[in-house]
T-cell receptor, first 110, second 115 residues
Framework: SQQGEEDPQALSIQEGENATMNCSYKTSINNLQWYRQNSGRGLVHLILIRSNEREKHSGRLRVTLDTSKKSSSLLITASRAADTASYFCATAQGAQKLVFGQGTRLTINP | DTAVSQTPKYLVTQMGNDKSIKCEQNLGHDTMYWYKQDSKKFLKIMFSYNNKELIINETVPNRFSPKSPDKAHLNLHINSLELGDSAVYFC??????????????FGPGTRLTVL
């Protein structure tokens, strides 16, 4: 069953602006991960946040996790054209299973 | 150096045929996966193997049969292909053993088109 649901489904912003994507899920999780997929390519891992963590940073990325609301957000600051891609959240359930949402398609306009 | 590789990258075939997709990882990981991504970009796990042992087998038609000759390889054989099998198939691997939910490393994908 589908677990993570990203919002919005598509986002278009100007280069230099910040982009925020949200993910909601339904059951308890071990961790939540964000991945990026460029057109025609495989998924690339961006960041993993564990269920006992509330916020994590990696370069221009900031991820928050609210387990009480079963939601996470991914913030990309100072966006660049190269950030144009689809972004997926994936929730980690037992037995090494990641359940992915349908992704947010992010377009950065020059 | 390619970490997770898949062959072929594109596969176009007729309905009813049998085809295989191969996957290899050189990361020394214990666990490998097959995912299917449909036209709406929804990515769904199909199978997971840990050290050649099947761990996850989602509700996939038995026309799909994974085979893991060793922990670095996980191949996917599909019998009697149907139109609905058209999708992009991704192989992935992760370092953890049973019960781990580590970061996964994805291959470039195989775009399967069934005519």
């Amino acid at each position: 069953s589908q677990q993570g649901e990203e919002d919005p489904q598509a986002l278009s912003i100007q280069e230099g602006e910040n982009a925020t994507m949200n993910c909601s899920y339904k059951t308890s999780i071990n961790n939540l991960q964000w991945y990026r997929q460029n057109s025609g390519r495989g998924l690339v891992h961006l960041i993993l946040i564990r269920s006992n963590e509330r916020e994590k940073h990696s370069g221009r990325l900031r991820v928050t996790l609210d387990t009480s609301k079963k939601s996470s957000s991914l913030l990309i600051t100072a966006s660049r054209a190269a950030d144009t891609a689809s972004y997926f959240c994936a929730t980690a359930q037992g037995a090494q299973k990641l359940v992915f949402g349908q992704g947010t398609r992010l377009t950065i306009n020059p | 150096d390619t970490a997770v590789s898949q062959t072929p990258k594109y596969l176009v075939t007729q309905m009813g045929n049998d085809k295989s997709i191969k996957c290899e990882q050189n990361l020394g990981h214990d666990t490998m996966y097959w995912y299917k991504q449909d036209s709406k970009k929804f990515l769904k796990i199909m199978f997971s193997y840990n050290n050649k042992e099947l761990i996850i087998n989602e509700t996939v038609p038995n026309r799909f049969s994974p085979k893991s000759p060793d922990k670095a390889h996980l191949n996917l054989h599909i019998n009697s292909l149907e139109l609905g099998d058209s999708a992009v198939y991704f192989c992935a691997s992760s370092p953890g053993g049973r019960g781990s939910t580590d970061t996964q490393y994805f291959g470039p994908g195989t775009r399967l088109t069934v005519l």
